[in-house]
């Protein structure tokens, strides 16, 4: 059984930086792999995701966030740079071994989730 678990959330001044670790166990994480984030009531956002050798970002991360992966640890990270107050929310992993590149940024695509990180960006 596949389980992902987010670490490296926190509380960050603006402008600070954070760095989340999504560990996957039951299976390499060395196919389709992606960052989330949602605040409450709303649906979940894409951050950052990864598949093969497409790697692609929200608008609102470009310059400032970067995903990358250690298949050999089973482990994806999304480093954060110049964080916003607004970035206050909770960050999920998500991954899926039978996901096609046109569907990165879509929630509803992906078949496993872990329980998500909190980040808390203060001005």
């Known amino acids: 059984q596949v389980q992902l678990v987010e670490s490296g959330g926190g509380l960050v001044s603006t402008g600070g930086s954070l760095r989340l670790s999504c560990k996957a166990s039951?299976?390499?994480?060395?196919?389709?792999v992606a960052w989330f984030r949602q605040r409450s009531g709303s649906e979940r956002e894409f951050v950052a995701g990864i598949k093969g050798s497409t790697t692609a970002y929200a608008d609102s991360g470009k310059g400032r966030f970067t995903l990358s992966r250690d298949s050999g640890k089973s482990t994806a990270y999304l480093q954060m740079n110049n964080l916003k107050t607004e970035e206050t929310v909770v960050y999920y992993c998500?991954?899926?071994?039978?996901?096609?590149?046109?569907?990165?940024?879509?929630?509803?695509?992906?078949?496993?989730w872990g329980q998500g990180t909190q980040v808390s960006v203060y001005s």
């Open positions: 998500a991954a899926d071994w039978n996901l096609v590149t046109s569907s990165l940024r879509l929630p509803y695509q992906y078949d496993y």
């Open positions: 039951g299976r390499a994480l060395n196919y389709a």
